[in-house]
């Protein structure tokens, strides 16, 4: 184990694997999230007998994914091999839920969730998080990694770092809307899959691994340009809007949902990377990754997040 202390800021699956690269070479790492589960946008939502993916639920091909090393595609084909995900035509999914994906992901890390990183003083090395019920409180790191997306991480580096503004300027990320609905329905009677339109997708869950559940759940995805036009609102209007347009697709009448929820991912989408697989200031002691780096999808953050490690352990 080496003395250098590692604080990974993000534990979605750019940080989690940049995480995992470094403790299994033996650093001291700790992982803060903001979030009450780790994931980021490989999200779960878990209510009473209902379980939700409202975020990334695909994994690409990552037997064909050039920038992927070594040590990454190791994480995938074990997953694979532990049927925690399997292969669909081009794509891997998780066989039960995202979350398993997960935390598979973060076995053997340190992590705290509820964890938010609201300042930074790069002089100092220190950062200010703010903790579950309020509670401020101050970390000391010797090596910094920001696994966030870029505005996130602009806030944070508030012009510590020379340029960095103007770097990440021509970052460009997309914002999305969702919503989760369950409703009283035996799922069994539903032989369906999906439903769209050109607003919407939407998601039949497959809640079937959790035998005792009875209930239809449905998670729908907003395409563009609608995803444009009403991710401006608040979480209820998007959970509104997202209900008419059920009504309208679902061939069939649905009772008053039991659960619903809004969600907006403010920085879901890559539009234009930054062309780097990840950015290291060796003067600040901070790293920079997650999938805006190099492109825009799970496997661009793994890489990232992988390849700053890699980075790490060379220093
Ligand atoms: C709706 C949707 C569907 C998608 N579908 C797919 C798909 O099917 N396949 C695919 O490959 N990709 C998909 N993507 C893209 C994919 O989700 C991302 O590329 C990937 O998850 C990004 O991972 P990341 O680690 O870079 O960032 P994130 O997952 O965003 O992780 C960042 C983490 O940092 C935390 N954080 C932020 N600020 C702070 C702070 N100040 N203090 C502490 N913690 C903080 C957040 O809580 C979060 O957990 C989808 C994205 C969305 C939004």
Known sequence: MTEKKTVIIGAGISGLLCGKRLVEAGHSVLILDKGRNIGGRLSTRRTDGAVFHHGASSI???YNHKELPEFGLEIFKRA???RIIQRKGNLFQPINSVADFVNYCGTNLNIRKSCEAISLNLYNKTIVVKCRGGVHEKTTYDLLVLSIPPNQAKTLINKQIN????LIEKVQMRSSAAALFSFDINPEHVKEKHFSNEKVLI?????RFKCEQQLFCLTVHTKEPFAKKIVKNDKNTIKELLLKEIIDIVPFSLPKPTYEAGHRWLYGF???PLGNPYLYYKREKVGICGDWCSGSTILDA???GIKLGEQILNL
């Open 60 to 62: 690409p091909d990552f």
């Open 80 to 82: 694979e091999k532990e």
């Open 163 to 166: 340029k960095f503004d103007s």
């Open 203 to 207: 998601q039949v869950e497959n809640n």
């Open 270 to 272: 890559t539009e234009r």
């Open 302 to 304: 793994a890489s990232s």
